[in-house]
Structures are given as structure tokens and as C-alpha cells.
């Protein structure tokens, strides 16, 4: 052993110094480094873990609100297909009640023409009446006249 010393010059004043170097650079290294970065680590890993929870909840929270989403879409559409049916079936009624009130009107209006014909009608042979009266006393007066006319040659 002594040549084993002898050969690689060891002195055990040297080792025994640079143990307590190597002590001393441990205990400052592992004060005012190890513990504050596997404190930094620490917390970064709980943040990490944080943020993969929240990742996790921010996509169940967007899958229900996706299912909640498309629920309303399919509600909505309900909806406006129901309000379309009710405004197609207010319009088909008010197209019938608008039918039926134009038929009348033309009803009323034709009903009006043919009283209105009947009543020309009537006035027309009335005054053809007096037109044939007036004609007839012309031509008797006439007669009359002529026959005077030829009696008193």
C-alpha cells in the first residue's frame, strides 16, 4: 500500500482537505441550488398536473357544451319548422277566407249586374212601350189626317 501512495503521491493532509472542499461546495450547491430547483421543479410539476386537469375539464365542459349546442340547433330547428308550419297553414286559411270573400264579391257584383240589366231591361220596354204608343197615335193621327185630307177633295 505504502507503494501504491508512494507511486501516485497521495497525501492524506491533500485528500482530506479537498473532502472537506468537496463538504463544504456540496453543503452551499445543495442549499442554494438543489433545494431551490427541486422546489422550482416541484411547483412545475404541480402546475403541469394542474394544467392536464384543466385540459381534461375544459374538454368535458366542451363536449357537454357541444351536446348542448347541438340541441339547441336541433330545438331551434324544431321551432322554426313548427313556426313555418303555422305560417303556412295561417296562409292556406287566409287564402281560403280570401277565395271565399272574392267569390262572393263577384257574387254580389253579377247579382248587382243582373238587377241592374233587369232594371234597363224593364226601363228599356217601358220607353219602347211609350216609343210604340208615340208611334202609333203618330201614324193613327197621320191616317186620320190623310183620310181628312182625301175626304175633303
Given amino acids: 500500500m505504502d507503494s501504491i501512495i508512494s507511486t501516485f503521491h497521495i497525501d492524506w493532509k491533500i485528500i482530506i482537505?479537498?473532502?472537506?472542499?468537496?463538504?463544504?461546495?456540496?453543503?452551499v450547491l445543495y442549499i442554494f441550488a438543489l433545494k431551490p430547483l427541486s422546489k422550482l421543479m416541484?411547483?412545475?410539476?404541480?402546475?403541469?398536473?394542474?394544467?392536464i386537469d384543466d385540459a381534461k375539464t375544459n374538454a368535458v365542459l366542451l363536449t357537454e357544451t357541444r351536446a348542448e349546442y347541438d340541441a339547441a340547433i336541433v330545438k331551434a330547428k324544431s321551432e322554426a319548422d313548427k313556426i313555418f308550419q303555422e305560417g303556412k297553414k295561417e296562409a292556406l286559411s287566409k287564402k281560403?277566407?280570401?277565395?271565399?270573400e272574392a267569390k262572393k264579391e263577384v257574387a254580389a257584383v253579377i247579382e248587382n249586374g243582373k238587377k241592374t240589366?233587369?232594371?234597363?231591361?224593364?226601363?228599356?220596354?217601358e220607353e219602347a212601350k211609350k216609343e210604340i204608343v208615340?208611334?202609333?197615335?203618330?201614324?193613327?193621327?197621320k191616317l186620320i189626317e190623310s183620310k181628312q185630307d182625301l175626304s175633303n177633295f
Fill in 42 to 51: 416541484a411547483e412545475r410539476s404541480q402546475n403541469i398536473a394542474k394544467g
Fill in 96 to 100: 281560403t277566407l280570401m277565395l271565399e
Fill in 17 to 27: 482537505a479537498q473532502a472537506i472542499n468537496f463538504g463544504v461546495v456540496f453543503v
Fill in 117 to 125: 240589366l233587369e232594371a234597363e231591361k224593364i226601363k228599356m220596354v
Fill in 134 to 141: 208615340n208611334l202609333a197615335m203618330l201614324a193613327t193621327r
